[in-house]
């Protein structure tokens, strides 16, 4: 598809594996310019092996949990290529399990922190620049956690469903700054994220971890997983000019598995 | 509209069942009290806020009343004994926290965080901790009361609708896992009530009018009985017909 966005600038956070290497890899396909984060330095140098035919690619290392990496990264990025348009917020770590009394204090504050203020933290200082040039697009990537809660997924499903708020409420106040703001809901995609899942739904089950995946895609319409790129393609859909009346959003990009109006 | 308690009184369901509500409004406290105190069914109340950092426990007066601070877990757990000591079971946990958590420009991410300390994970504290009694009696009824904005989410408020949410959310998530102990847990958002801030129009209401304690009441009465034993992890928007929303 020719999306027209070279020069345009792109961040994708927890762009070094799953969904958001991939979204970055389209993008830069696109021939946008990217920069892509994520905490561990190897799991970064190992991502930007893979894309190291493309010159136009910066990494940061970054936990979006933390102020400091994140104003970091969005000095980085103002220095290397002048500007932000596009922000992707889909570093996240979530964790499946653990009943309700199981999850300590720390644990749910931490999660908070990570996903939801993480995505707060990136998406301030990235309408912050957006505003300079009335234009931008922000694409939180959530879960299908946030509209079907899961007792399994505590932590998870109601950060997701903040997340949605949050989303709705950017897209009403910045419309008129020409600034765009979108959730995207991937269902079963096959990365790291999703064994982890299963894993559980297995233990709970009491069933292998197999039968647990075949249980799992035979609920999902189209009868398999999906893939990262899937999710990816329409992630770039929405940051592109083509997406240019989608705001406030929510898409879902899960093979048809969630069936509730 | 006239609220007849009469009624309610009458209802043997509730008899000799034992409620506490936990709540930082003071107004609708003083709604619940207004229905539960006729009845022949023991009533305690929790008034909650933040930067209630008391030395000792909270204690019940003979009001049955108690300050508590739900972002520290003592606290609730100190109120859930004193209520099990009182009267052996608990039959319903109703919650209300303040829906208004701050605006999204100049919220901090530590007060953003302390916000879902109180909100969110005060009322898992009080839910994890009434529930166990609740459990071993293999029977009981949750209500979180939220606010209906949250659906219509706007940066004015995006700390307490993003957090609205998520206890919505949760309320699904915890209801599935406590209805197979017979617990049933609910969730309803308010409308424009006395005690709620809503920015909407009155003309947006098809009613045409503002809420009363009379009709959260009857929805409470009726979540609160057998009768509603079905209705399970549900979000049951009392709003006068305001938020025409599939
Ligand atoms: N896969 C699914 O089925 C699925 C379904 C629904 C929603 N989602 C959502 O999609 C998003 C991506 O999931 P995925 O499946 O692609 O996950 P993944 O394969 O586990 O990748 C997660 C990426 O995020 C990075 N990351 C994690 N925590 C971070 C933090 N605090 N700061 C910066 N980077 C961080 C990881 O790198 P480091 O470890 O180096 O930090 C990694 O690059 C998440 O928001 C997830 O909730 C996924």
Redesign the pocket.
């Known amino acids: 598809m020719q999306l027209k966005l070279n020069n345009k600038v792109a961040i994708v956070?927890?762009?070094?594996?799953?969904?958001?290497?991939a979204t970055a890899k389209i993008l830069l396909e696109e021939r946008a310019n990217v920069v892509i984060?994520?905490?561990?330095n190897e799991?970064?140098m190992h991502a930007k092996s893979k894309l190291k035919k493309y010159d136009n690619l910066l990494t940061v290392q970054?936990?979006?949990?933390i102020d400091g990496d994140v104003k970091n990264l969005f000095k980085q990025t103002i220095k290397n290529f002048g500007k932000v348009d596009i922000l992707v917020n889909?570093?996240?770590?979530?964790s499946w399990g653990p009943l309700m009394d199981e999850i300590d204090e720390s644990e749910w504050l931490n999660a908070v922190n990570?996903?939801l203020l993480?995505y707060v933290r990136c998406t301030k200082l990235a309408i912050e620049d957006m505003l300079l040039r009335k234009s931008g697009r922000v694409i939180n990537?959530?879960?299908?956690g946030g509209r079907g809660p899961n007792k399994r997924y505590l932590t998870?499903g109601p950060i997701n469903a903040a997340v949605l708020s949050l989303t709705k409420a950017l897209a009403d106040y910045y419309g008129k700054n020409g600034i765009l703001v979108t959730a995207l809901?991937?269902?079963?995609?096959d990365?790291?994220?999703?064994k982890n899942i299963l894993t559980w739904v297995a233990q709970e089950a009491k069933i292998s971890t197999e039968q647990a995946m075949l249980n799992f895609i035979e609920g999902i319409p189209v009868k398999r997983y999906g893939h990262?790129e899937e999710v990816a393609n329409a992630i770039v859909f929405l940051a592109s000019d083509k997406a240019s009346f989608i705001t406030g959003s929510e898409v879902l990009v899960d093979g048809g598995r969630f069936r509730s109006l | 509209m006239v609220v007849d308690f009469d009624h309610y009184s009458k209802k043997v369901e509730f008899m000799r069942k034992n409620f506490l509500v936990v709540s930082d409004s003071n107004f609708f406290v003083d709604a619940l009290k207004k229905y539960f105190l006729p009845n022949d069914f023991n009533f305690a109340y929790c008034i909650t806020a933040q930067d209630i950092d008391l030395n000792s426990m909270p204690k019940f007066d003979n009001k049955l009343m108690a300050y508590c601070n739900p972002m520290r877990h003592e606290h609730v757990q100190s109120v859930t004994k004193q209520i099990i000591d009182m009267h052996e079971s608990i039959d319903g946990l109703i919650i209300f926290l303040n829906s208004e958590g701050g605006e999204y420009f100049s919220t901090s991410p530590d007060q953003w965080l302390d916000y879902w300390n109180y909100k969110v994970l005060g009322s898992i504290r009080f839910i994890n901790q009434i529930s166990k009694h609740m459990k071993k009696n293999k029977k009981g009824k949750i209500i979180n009361i939220l606010n209906l904005e949250a659906r219509f989410p706007n940066l004015i408020n995006a700390v307490g609708n993003s957090a609205d949410m998520g206890l919505m959310n949760l309320t699904k998530a915890m209801a599935a896992e406590l209805a197979p102990l017979n617990i049933n847990c609910n969730s309803i958002s308010l409308g424009d009530f006395e005690f709620t801030k809503f920015n909407n129009k009155m003309n947006d209401i098809p009613i045409n009018r503002q809420g009363d304690s009379s009709d959260l009441m009857s929805l409470i009465d009726y979540l609160l009985t057998g009768n509603s034993s079905y209705i399970v992890g549900e979000n049951i928007n009392l709003d006068g017909g305001f938020s025409r929303i599939l």
């Open positions: 956070t927890g762009g070094s594996k799953g969904i958001g290497f984060c994520s905490r561990s799991n970064l970054c936990d979006i949990g889909n570093a996240a770590p979530t990570d996903k993480g990537i959530v879960g299908m998870g809901s991937p269902g079963p995609i990365t790291g994220h999703h990262p």
